[in-house]
């Protein structure tokens, strides 16, 4: 962590807005964007603001998302480049990730509109 920080960062999950926060000295510093889909929730985008960048939050923030979903009992779906690497990287969410397939993308894409 860099000594600017005053506050451990702090990460929140938005449902209103399908995302998960990461605050540090309680300004939003990122976000990962989500929709459920049943028991699943499909990941689709992961954001640093720029002045927070190289800190380490991104990961910080999604290994806190992907405990919650854990909690919860759903699965995940990496759609996001970002999360799909981390997973990469933790296997301990190996068991609750589903992969990516052309069904979850059409939906996704109908959920955002796009």
Do not use: N
């Not at 640093?48 to 919860?72: H, K, M, N, R």
């Amino acid at each position: 962590m860099s000594e600017q920080f005053t506050t451990a960062p702090a990460v929140r999950r938005v449902d209103e807005r399908h995302r998960y926060e990461i605050l540090v000295d309680d300004e939003r510093a990122g976000l990962t964007a989500y929709r459920d889909r049943d028991d699943q929730r499909v990941f689709f985008h992961t954001e640093i603001d720029d002045a927070y960048a190289g800190q380490g939050l991104a990961a910080i923030f999604v290994e806190q998302a992907l405990t919650d979903v854990l909690a919860s009992g759903m699965r995940i779906v990496p759609v996001c480049p970002y999360v799909a690497k981390f997973l990469t990287k933790h296997q301990e969410f190996a068991d609750i990730t589903d992969p990516v397939t052309p069904e979850v993308l059409t939906w996704l894409d109908a959920q955002l509109g796009r």
